[in-house]
């Protein structure tokens, strides 16, 4: 299956200062390639995806970038506050809907 | 509203003592999922199901069943758990595939299983 690494594991940041959480994959065949937030005591909720024919999506202060050929992409939040320290997973389907998960990165925003 | 549900939250058992984990959703979802989290190691899928009658396995099936006998629910069933299957486990629904456009999972609030 899917091979997914992500880094760093945990993170802290000042608040105001930017974030930038890194996944790796393996299958080239893969095309979507989105990030969750998790809360305490929550489930993973969907923040923002990309998929393969763009190379950067934005949202507000959160954005995605992609790069294929070396099979990585990235979590970038900036302005950083303290509602956005949460665990981030990335995330990569496989055949069907397989789904293979990164391990996860605690963001801690120090006031 | 919109939204996964799961039953029972918390569940604290002993070994071999067979359970169930319901899972439903309001949304007329064809795909439905679950998942088992721990430290470390992320989610990783277990199993998961296409439409009503078609699973198949994750990524971590051993231990577990599922069965899909209408759209709303997808109950995981542990019929003979083992202290290695204490973790939190979540049911994730969506309405299409990773490969359409409009694709997004959702994830019910987690169930926090112990088995002693």
């Known amino acids: 299956g899917e091979n997914v690494e992500q880094h760093p594991s945990t993170l802290s940041v000042q608040e105001g200062d930017s974030a930038v959480i890194k996944c790796t994959y393996s299958d080239s065949a893969s095309n979507y390639f989105p990030w969750y937030k998790q809360e305490l005591g929550k489930g993973p909720q969907l923040i923002i995806d990309i998929r393969s024919n763009v190379g950067e999506k934005k949202d507000q202060r959160i954005a995605v970038t992609l790069n294929k050929t070396a099979k990585h992409f990235s979590l970038h939040i900036t302005e950083t506050q303290p509602e956005d320290s949460a665990v981030y997973f990335c995330?990569?389907?496989?055949?069907?809907?397989?789904?293979?998960f990164g391990t996860g990165t605690s963001l801690t925003v120090i006031p | 509203e919109a939204q996964v549900t799961q039953n029972p939250r918390y569940l604290i058992t002993v070994t071999g003592k067979k359970l169930t984990v319901t899972c439903s959703q309001n949304m007329n979802h064809e795909y439905m999922s679950w998942y088992r989290q721990d430290p470390g190691l992320g989610l990783r899928q277990i199993y998961y199901s296409m439409n009503v009658e078609v699973t198949d396995k994750g990524d971590v099936p051993e231990g577990y069943k599922v069965s899909r006998k209408e759209k709303r629910n997808f109950p995981l069933i542990l019929e003979s758990p083992s202290p290695n299957q204490t973790s939190l486990y979540f049911c994730?629904?969506?309405?299409?595939?990773?490969?359409?456009?409009?694709?997004?999972?959702?994830f019910g609030p987690g169930t926090r299983l112990t088995v002693t």
């Open positions: 994730a629904s969506s309405l299409t595939s990773p490969g359409d456009l409009s694709y997004e999972q959702y």
């Open positions: 995330a990569v389907p496989g055949w069907g809907n397989q789904f293979y």
